[in-house]
């Protein structure tokens, strides 16, 4: 059995690549989405009839959930053509001016869940699947202000790079993708509603459809990092060039 993995599947982009998903002729038996509301994951089935939706309600920030998640797949020991490891999360705002809790919290989900997941998954990918791993044009370079999360991502970025080595000789690949804001629950729940940055409110924002669709594409053509929009491409050539002492005085949000 060929199936899909979609963590953060609920809403946003999570959602997107299950609609993008529903747009392509694919070898996919199943598409397992993953997220903590089970009624969201219940809507998928309606919303996507034409897909066989699995939920696996999981609160990714509980341990127990990777195990619950090892015990599904042990039993059913899918062919699993394509993992998505979307959930996360952000906050704007100054470290002292925020709970440690909600800090370790974003830890929890934007690197240990990804970390978890990905590990859990791996043994029962083979040859040709993909990893795509969701980054941010955050991990080009420290972002005040949003200083946990650019840290987070950066991780993913890293992780994805050495991953993506570790597994050259499996034909297994790697991608993170990384794009700029994007209209979804995403900048409510992070505390970015209008007024609330001028960087935020001037950047220009990414397509969440588009950013999905493109991103399948590319995996399957083995890239290693997808960047939505020339401006933010152009941003990561610049990040690597300049000191992260210049660049970090250009990203304060």
Known sequence: MKIAIITGASSGLGKEFIRA??????????????????????????????????PVPLDLCDDDSFDKLAQKLEETAPDV???????????????????????KRMTELNVGALTAVTTVVLPYMNSGASIIN??????????????????????????????????RGS????????????????????????GAS?????????????????????AKKHCAVYTPKLIYKIYRIIAKVLPQELTVKFTRT
């Open 134 to 167: 969701i980054c941010s044009i955050a991990s080009f370079s420290p972002t005040p202000r949003m200083t946990v999360y650019g840290a987070t991502k950066s991780f993913v970025m890293s992780f994805s790079r050495g991953l993506r080595d570790e597994l």
């Open 198 to 218: 001028k960087a935020f409110d001037t950047l220009p924002r990414c397509n969440p459809a588009k950013v999905a669709s493109h991103a399948l594409a590319f």
């Open 21 to 54: 998903l529903s747009k392509r002729k694919t070898e996919l038996d199943e598409i397992w989405v993953i997220a903590r509301r089970s009624n969201r994951l219940d809507e998928l089935k309606t919303e996507f009839p034409e897909l066989d939706i699995v």
């Open 81 to 103: 053509r394509l993992l998505i490891n979307n959930a996360g999360t952000g906050k704007l705002g100054y470290i002292a001016d925020d709970s440690w809790r909600e800090q």
């Open 171 to 194: 034909n297994i690949n790697v991608m993170a993708v990384c794009p700029g804001p994007m209209d979804t629950e995403f900048l409510g729940i992070a505390g970015i509603e209008k």
